[in-house]
């Protein structure tokens, strides 16, 4: 199994292009089953849950062909089924509920299950979506869905669930009649897939807020225009924060500034240097940042997203930080690794008190879940001596090139392999 090798303690200066988003570029793939056609979609990220969307794509009969811009044709649809080998491995699978019934009146999407972070439930999609006429049956692990004609309807989520939104958008924008959702995400990813509807015909207002407004339209079809994805503010944040972590500077190039905004904020308050230009923004620091207490909350608060990433820079911070998680039950899985690593961290439920440290030392740990691999990749770079960090495949699930890009700006990283002998015997005794 692959594994990550980072020899820490190097200031990491230069420029990293940011990739297309993975959280908007998974609904946007699925959403094109809502509109037949041939759709182009340009800075879609090589990542293994893109591909596991394709997979997905193609198990439902629609054809796609990758490159600079990728091509999915979703013409015709053989099958409105997400199957549970594919769920299991990419919970955003459950996005296939609202353009399957949106498109052929059904639904057999396999029940995501929990994860490393949280139960993960989709109780909320299934009430937006039976406010729309969909009824459900659970059975066999599956969510079994029908609809016979999509009416548009007001509907307030009970909690604001990014892929809850995007499920009932997906849904809406066929139905007849306005619909109006109330406490929807305004995550950027929603407003991007709302953009992408709206090349293919969808009526839509409001996305990017808690309130959009869908009038249902008859039928949606493929854009001739090709649709890029936005850019990822999660992945710039992360690389953001490796400038300031390893007290080098970082500039994150193709972002959208004003999405970084509540990062750029927490990083300003610990006392990094923040430059922000029209389509960049650098960060850095020449010593210790200064504790904070941050909380993780729907956008535009600060993005859970990005909690671990944070908590890797607080355990070297002066002073004692507090970081309250609001949105999953059970994302300080980090914590425990990043204490083999040297940090001081004690976990009281969803809040997390982290005592810095001056200095973290090299160890092998290992990733749990996407981003707190994430906040150990960062650990590393700042951490004296090596670090290995184990079961990598959850960073290739949203991270592009993660070692090319961190070896531009001087990182001395490499992949290894799990049980690979680090110490050879000396030549003498070797024989
Ligand atoms: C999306 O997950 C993202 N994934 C997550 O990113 C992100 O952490 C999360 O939003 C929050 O921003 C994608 O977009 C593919 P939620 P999602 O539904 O939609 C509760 C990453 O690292 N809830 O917004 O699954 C839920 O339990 C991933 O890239 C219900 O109670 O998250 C959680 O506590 C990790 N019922 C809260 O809402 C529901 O029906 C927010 O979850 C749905 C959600």
Redesign the pocket.
Known sequence: MDTLLLDGGRPLSGVVRISGA??AS??ILIATVVAPGEHRLRNVPELVDTSSMLSLLGRIGCASLLGETMRVDTSRVAFCEAPYDLVRKM??SV?ALGPLLARCGEAHVSLPGGCA??????????KGLEALGCRFELDGGYVHGRVDRLRGAEFAF???????T?NVLMAAVLADGTTVLDNA?A?P?VEDLARFLVGCGARIEGAGTSRIVVHGVPSLKASPVAHAVLPDR?EAGTYLVAGVISRGNIRCEDVRPADLAPVIEVLRAVGAEVEVGPDWVSAGADGRVRAVDIETA??PGF???MQAQLMALLSLAKGTSRVTET???NRFMHAAELVRLGAQIHIDGRAATIIGQPTLSGATVMAT???ASASLVLAGLAAEGRTEILRLYHLDR?YERLVEKLSAVGAAVERGQEGRPRFAAPAAVAG
């Open positions: 993975k959280n998974l609904p919970r955003a996005l972070i949280g139960s993960r439930p989709i109780d909320q999609h299934l009970d909690v604001v669930t990014v892929t809850g995007e995400a995550e990813e999660i729907p956008h993005p859970t997203d949105i999953f039950e879940d996407l981003r949203g």
